[in-house]
Nanobody, 125 residues
Framework: QVQLVESGGGLVQAGGSLRLSCAASGRTFSMRYMAWFRQAQGKERDFVASISWNGGSSYYADSVKGRFTISRDNAKNTVYLQMNSLKPGDTAVYYC??????????????????WGQGTQVTVSS
């Protein structure tokens, strides 16, 4: 297991930007696919983006392609989500997620081994 702590959420106007960070504990961060999910009030937790062990591959939900960028710094045990051109529909609690060590790509909740506590992102119109 790995402990995950998100930061960087907040209130932003439509069209604005936010950068989320997720700091991970443990020595196996660089061997795990990492991902971001989000859950709007009253809705299911949905996949947003994921990134491979070395950052060479990334995957995005159609709803955020071209606006969000996932990245990681293995030296800092941190994964980021840069969110640009934010829309009110992006309002949700954003969760950092880690796949199992030496595991496959994370694109669904079933692939997730560890979750962060979540950070609120609110986009006003």
């Amino acid at each position: 297991q790995v402990q995950l702590v998100e930061s960087g959420g907040g209130l932003v106007q439509a069209g604005g930007s936010l950068r989320l960070s997720c700091a991970a504990s443990g020595r196996t961060f660089s061997m795990r696919y990492m991902a971001w999910f989000r859950q709007a009030q009253g809705k299911e937790r949905d996949f947003v983006a994921s990134i491979s062990w070395n950052g060479g591959s990334s995957y995005y939900a159609d709803s955020v392609k071209g606006r969000f960028t996932i990245s990681r710094d293995n030296a800092k045990n941190t994964v980021y989500l840069q969110m640009n051109s934010l829309k009110p529909g992006d309002t949700a609690v954003y969760y950092c997620a880690a796949g199992p060590s030496l595991g496959r790509v994370v694109t669904t909740k079933a692939h997730v081994g560890s979750w962060g506590q979540g950070t609120q992102v609110t986009v006003s119109s």
